[in-house]
């Protein structure tokens, strides 16, 4: 059989992002900075969805052949067509369903991922006229069950997830553009590769759509990674992985094993992981860092506990999250921190108490997104009658689509503009993060460690609130 892997990178999408239901890029607003802003993101070409990689490998394991088809109208003929598609790019897909259907009558037609487990009824009545078949689960699955889906006429059909993660083949990139991955706020080496050491989350905050599918962790034996991350750098010649865990690092066991194996491959690479700062010890930063990390991705959301208490967020110190990206600067490794505007009480004020504490912290780069009600999850239920717009094509965690208690929608885009703006635009930002910035500098440093002069930075600097 000919298999079409069908795929779009339109609306800016980036599909394996939030738990795989994507997101887009910051519009650009807000006069000049802005768009400077909107231009460090599209520097970016980040890789194709990781299990599109591991579905070309499975296909292939299988007897059949994989056809990649980015944004074709008219994609190759073949006997099944694969989706996978994100919020931002559901419209596109669903279009380009039903352009396949017409001209392939008797093909058959899945929809994979997490946009199709969240809305797999929605998706099963607006396309019922075009017989696709709705797979609820994790699509590496299709490895053991090919003829039973192939042998179905179900809508939805629940494929469960990977009992072992170890038993996944090698993904296989070879039907990308892999030369061109990079993700440049983690890494100066590319290209990059998506890669795993677990999968799941056991902790319970209701706006996040990584627990949908369970909320528990998985694990592969740190062996596997390591041979995974061998086989991409001999094959393709990647020189980055960024690890798509959103608990990196829960089993500290597994984490530490995963460094000295990183440490015996042929060549240095660099790293990056996603993490909670509660479950990062320095010893395990240490070992992690002298392994090839340049980058952790930590979500803090907003230092008001009452908002985070409200959605089942397990609160860590402010004091914690400061000393945490003090000691990653010290560590010559850089932060991206993600802060979350527009919950539905927000006002003014609380989101310039977020812009000022995302200041105070002074990650490498902050990120903040605006409050997205993900179908599927908890919040989605809890504020339903409050979502102002229901176009998935705007869920991409910088657009507002909520009704708020004290602002329109527009303030909150504009304050959402100005908040980027005012945290970048600094001279303290540059001072403290350059290094992580610009790592080339380190080489015109006088002879005294950069861990010091970091210290040096933090400790002499103070801040200013927003007025």
Same mark, same amino acid.
């Given at each position: ?36 802003? /909107? ?160 999968? @799941? ?59 000295? @194996?990183?440490?015996?491959?042929? /060549? ?60 990653? /600067? ?45 179908? @599927? ?91």
């Amino acid at each position: 059989m000919n298999v079409v892997l069908w795929d779009t990178r339109r609306n800016n999408a980036q599909k394996d992002f939030a738990g795989g239901m994507g997101v887009g890029m910051p519009p650009g607003t807000g006069g000049i900075r802005g768009k400077i802003i /909107r231009q460090m993101y599209l520097r970016d070409y980040r890789p194709t969805p990781l299990n599109f990689a591991y579905l070309v490998a499975v296909i292939k394991r299988l007897g059949h052949t994989p056809i990649y088809s980015l944004d074709q109208v008219n994609p190759p003929t073949a006997d099944v067509y694969i989706f996978n598609p994100s919020l931002v790019t559901l419209d596109i897909e669903t279009e380009a369903i039903r352009n396949v259907r017409s001209k392939n009558p008797s093909a058959k037609i899945l929809i994979v991922g997490q946009v199709a487990f969240a809305l797999a009824e929605s998706l099963a009545g607006s396309l019922q006229e075009q017989n696709v078949t709705i797979l609820k689960g994790e699509p590496e699955q299709l490895l053991s069950r090919w003829d039973e889906v192939m042998d179905s006429a179900e809508p939805i059909i629940d494929i469960g997830s990977v009992a072992d993660l170890n038993t996944l083949p090698m993904p296989d990139w070879s039907q990308f553009q892999y030369k061109k991955f990079r993700i440049n706020y983690d890494f100066w080496r590319f290209p990059t590769a998506f890669i795993q050491q677990s999968r @799941g989350c056991t902790f319970k905050c209701n706006y996040c759509p990584y627990i949908m599918i369970e909320s528990k962790t998985r694990f592969r034996d740190p062996d596997a990674v390591v041979a995974e991350m061998r086989y991409g750098m001999e094959r393709y010649g990647f020189e980055s992985f960024k690890f798509r865990d959103p608990l990196f690092g829960l089993n500290r066991k597994k984490a530490l094993a995963l460094a000295e @194996g990183i440490r015996s491959l042929p /060549r240095k690479v660099q790293f990056s992981i996603e993490t909670r700062v509660d479950l990062m010890r320095e010893e395990t930063l240490r070992e992690l860092k002298d392994a090839g990390l340049t980058s952790i991705t930590i979500g803090i959301e907003t230092p008001d506990e009452v908002t985070l208490k409200k959605y089942s967020r397990v609160a860590i110190n402010d004091d914690r999250q400061r000393d945490f990206v003090a000691l990653c /600067r010290r560590l010559q490794i850089r932060t991206v921190a993600g802060f979350m505007i527009g919950f539905p009480g927000d006002t003014q004020q609380s989101i310039w108490d977020v812009l000022n504490y995302a200041r105070v912290v002074n990650p490498t780069y902050a990120n903040f997104n605006i409050v997205t009600p993900y179908p @599927g999850t908890g919040f989605y239920e809890e504020v339903k009658d409050q979502i102002a717009d229901h176009d998935y094509s705007k869920y991409s965690v910088y657009q507002p689509v909520m009704k708020y208690e004290n602002l329109t929608a527009e303030q909150v885009a504009e304050m959402h503009g100005k908040c980027f703006a005012k945290f970048y635009f600094r001279a303290r930002y540059v001072k403290e993060n350059g290094l992580q910035l610009w790592p080339q500098l380190r080489r015109f440093m006088p002879k005294v460690s950069a861990e010091k002069s970091q210290t040096a930075a933090s400790n002499s600097d103070s801040i200013a609130k927003v007025a």
